[in-house]
Structure formats: C-alpha cells, structure tokens
Antibody, heavy 123, light 109 residues
C-alpha cells in the first residue's frame, strides 16, 4: 500500500524558514517523480514544485521560485521542501504527491497523495 | 503564467449526467498536456480520478470518464450518485510545470 506521510509544518514568522519532509513507502520511491502541492485555507489546489526520479531535475511554480528548494533522498525514501523567505500567502496545507509514470524526468500526472502538513506564516 | 479555467459550480440531479470542462489559456488542451482530474471532499486530501485524458486509476468508479471536448479536457459523470458531491480539479502539464484549474464545486440536488 502506497503511503505518503508529510511532517515539518508549523507556525513561522514572515521571512522565516521551514523544511517539510515526506516519508514514502509501499512503492519504489527512487523510480518516480514527486511533487509538492499546497492548498490555502478555503482555496483551491496549487502545484508548488516537483523533482525527477533521480533528483537531477527540479521544477517550480513562479510563486515560489528562488525561495523554495525541493530535494529527495532516495536512500531514505524521503522527499523534502526547504522553504525560506516565507510570506503570509504561503500559509497552506502542503501535500506530497507521487507521479503516475515510472522513470519520469518531469511530472505529468499524480496518483497518490499524502494527508498534508499545515504551514502558517504569521507574526 | 498559464491559466487553467473550470466552471466554478455545477448542479446535477441524482442519476443524471454532468460534464465538467478544463480550458487552457495557452490554447487547445491536447494529449501533450496530460490532463488529470481529481475529486476532493471537505476535510480530505484530493483523490485522483483520471490521468492522461481518459485513463482511470484502479479505484476510479466506472461512472467517471475523461475525454477531450472542443479543445478542452472534460470529465463526465454518468449516473451521478449523492456521494459525488465534491470539488473537482483538473491538472495540466506544461513542460515540467503543472497547473491546477480553479476547481468546480459539484452539487448533487
């Protein structure tokens, strides 16, 4: 059974930093691209970032480019999102998501989602 | 930044059929955009329904189907059930960047 378990969320002041983690199990983690998707309170879904299966290619939404860094440790089956220069508009529930396609260098489709970790940016 | 547009809300009667659409500001949606569809109920994580236009996941109920319709991606629900009341989101791929539509709130009434 595929499981994605996010952690690392919390309350942070504007301008601060936070690192999210996603522990994956139930599939061959190193063979799939992974994404982070967020959802602000009462709003729709927003794709944030993705990383290729091997970690060599990374992709970002314009809204987070230059502030967020995605990475992965395939030996630990873990996905990360390092967030810095946080703003109030980054407040959201952050989901980790698995790509459908085996061996993809870029994200195209999502099949499994975690339950999310909440990030609140406020003074 | 490319914008993906969905109907904000739709209402359907139980047992009826409804089609949700997903349009791209970049032009017609094609197979190259790998359109996906997701269902989200209040307080729950999204659930994947359709990928690459019309492919179903193993858990996708048969009444859900995906297609391309008039330059848009489309999700059709045939024989709507009360439990289909939810928010539905499309997702489109643009060369490594993914963009979600704003979502459609489907009411079953």
């Amino acid at each position: 059974e595929v499981q994605l378990l996010e952690s690392g969320g919390g309350l942070v002041q504007p301008g601060g930093s936070l690192r999210l983690s996603c522990a994956a199990s139930g599939f061959t983690f190193r063979s799939y691209a992974m994404s982070w998707v967020r959802q602000a309170p009462g709003k729709g879904l927003e794709w944030v970032s993705a990383i290729s299966d091997g970690g060599g290619y990374t992709y970002y939404a314009d809204s987070v480019k230059g502030r967020f860094t995605i990475s992965r440790d395939n030996s630990q089956n873990t996905l990360y999102l390092q967030m810095s220069s946080l703003r109030a508009e980054d407040t959201a529930l952050y989901y980790c998501a698995k790509d459908v396609s085996w061996g993809a260098t870029m994200p195209t489709s999502i099949d499994y989602w975690g339950r999310g970790t909440r990030v609140t940016v406020s003074s | 930044q490319t914008v993906v547009t969905q109907e904000p809300s739709l209402t359907v009667s139980p047992g009826g059929t409804v089609t949700l659409t997903c349009a791209s500001s970049a032009g017609a949606v094609t197979s190259a955009y790998f359109p996906n569809w997701f269902q989200q109920k209040p307080g729950q994580a999204p659930r994947a329904l359709i990928y690459s236009i019309s492919n179903k996941h193993s858990w996708t109920p048969a009444r859900f189907s995906g297609s391309l319709l008039g330059g848009k991606a489309a999700l059709t629900v045939s024989g709507v059930q009360p439990e289909d009341e939810a928010d539905y989101y499309c997702l489109v791929h643009y060369g490594g960047v993914l963009v979600f539509g704003g979502g459609t709130k489907l009411t079953v009434l």
